[in-house]
């Protein structure tokens, strides 16, 4: 099962999120322009549904080490020192995701308090605020395995598939 999870754990949120938005999105452009009518509801959770996407997308790229890097830069170091200067944007990467996770928290903290609600669905506005910091909690630990593999790869030991 944790197997499975560490495999699969954001797509069991990705797959669902895409394929609700866009069934959201066609409905809501079938009733418009086909119906002449319109969901009141449908943009603002689409929209919702975009952010849990997005912050769950990240956490995803990390695992598969897809994140944005400038490659080119990394030929202009010698092919020695280019294991150590992953490792070191690894750990960059890492060090960005605590500080958005603590920062996270603290504005959470801050909406839960303050009662806000969505308009539309009335929805508690800490739920979508919330979507950082579990996705960059998630990215924290998928940054944390690279960073292991990685240190792993340095000191000769045989990666496991």
């Known amino acids: 099962m ?23 999105i066609f409905v809501q452009v079938v009733m418009r322009y086909v119906f002449s009518a319109s969901l009141t509801w449908s943009e603002e959770l689409a929209r919702y549904l975009f ?51 603590v920062t996270s928290v603290t ?3 801050k909406i839960q308090l303050s009662g806000q609600h969505s308009p539309a669905l009335g929805l ?4 979508v605020y919330s979507a950082p910091l579990i ?12 960073i292991a593999k990685k240190v792993k790869n340095l000191n000769g030991e045989v990666e496991e598939a």
């Open 51 to 101: 952010i849990w996407l997005v912050y769950f997308s990240v956490s995803y790229t990390a695992k598969r080490e897809k994140h944005i890097r400038i490659d080119a830069a990394l030929m202009l170091f010698p092919k020695k020192t280019r294991p150590y200067v992953e490792l070191l944007s690894e750990i960059l990467i890492f060090l960005l995701s605590i500080f958005i996770v």
């Open 2 to 24: 944790i197997k499975f999870l560490n495999k699969h754990l954001e797509d069991i949120f990705i797959i669902p999120l895409i394929i609700g938005m866009s069934v959201l």
């Open 107 to 109: 504005v959470v903290h």
């Open 135 to 146: 996705g960059f909690i998630l990215t924290s630990f998928r940054t944390l395995q690279t």
């Open 124 to 127: 508690p506005m800490y739920l």
